[in-house]
T-cell receptor
């Protein structure tokens, strides 16, 4: 069965430090990969996505992620954390469902805290 | 352009009551989805639709029903509310399976 694993339900970094949020997936077919961010009491919004092409993907707010097929990973990074990055981050995989229709499988989320 | 809108924002139900969660999008997206989010569990797909008149079950459909009579609207129906349905419900829409899903602000439901 397809699944998404996010290592670490909580990650804490200091302001200005590197942010690394880990995501591994299992899939029998090449997936589409997404990172979404959720701020408190809000819906999810897309940070970045990988469908095909270049494996290093740049997103909004200085985030980027690299698709590594051999490691089945799609880790999210940001060189320098900002206080406004404090939120919950979800990795998701889009896989075929019922033919050509898609379905997002979400990881359980990683809550990022940024210390001043 | 309002994106994806959901009503109500918050609701308290008694066990056995029924209600409809409303979702509308103005982006002319064919694909629409209903998710529930429980603490520490990520989001689980309840139902989805690939166009008006076409719906299908997701991972956790029991206790829910949907309909899609127009491109814009995708209501979620709870017929007999149970405490296990206490959750935050998100509606989303997208143009296709590999395009971004746009999420509404959510409906927080408490069943007592």
């Amino acid at each position: 069965a397809q699944s998404v694993t996010q290592l670490g339900s909580h990650v804490s970094v200091s302001e200005g430090a590197l942010v690394l949020l880990r995501c591994n997936y299992s899939s029998s077919v090449p997936p589409y990969l997404f990172w979404y961010v959720q701020y408190p009491n809000q819906g999810l919004q897309l940070l970045l996505k990988y469908t095909t092409g270049a494996t290093l993907v740049k997103g909004i707010n200085g985030f980027e992620a690299e698709f590594k097929k051999s490691e089945t990973s799609f880790h999210l990074t940001k060189p320098s954390a900002h206080m406004s990055d404090a939120a919950e981050y979800f990795c998701a995989v889009s896989l075929p469902l019922g033919g050509s229709q898609g379905n997002l499988i979400f990881g359980k989320g990683t809550k990022l805290s940024v210390k001043p | 352009n309002a994106g994806v809108t959901q009503t109500p924002k918050f609701r308290i139900l008694k066990i056995g009551q029924s209600m409809t969660l409303q979702c509308a999008q103005d982006m002319n997206h064919n694909y629409m989805y209903w998710y529930r989010q429980d603490p520490g569990m990520g989001l689980k797909l309840i139902y989805y639709s690939v166009g008006a008149g076409i719906t299908d079950k997701g991972e956790v459909p029991n206790g829910y029903n949907v309909s899609r009579s127009t491109t814009e609207d995708f209501p979620l129906r709870l017929e007999l509310a149970a405490p296990s349905q206490t959750s935050v419900y998100f509606c989303a829409s997208s143009y296709s399976i590999k395009e971004t899903q746009y999420f509404g602000p959510g409906t927080r439901l408490l069943v007592l």
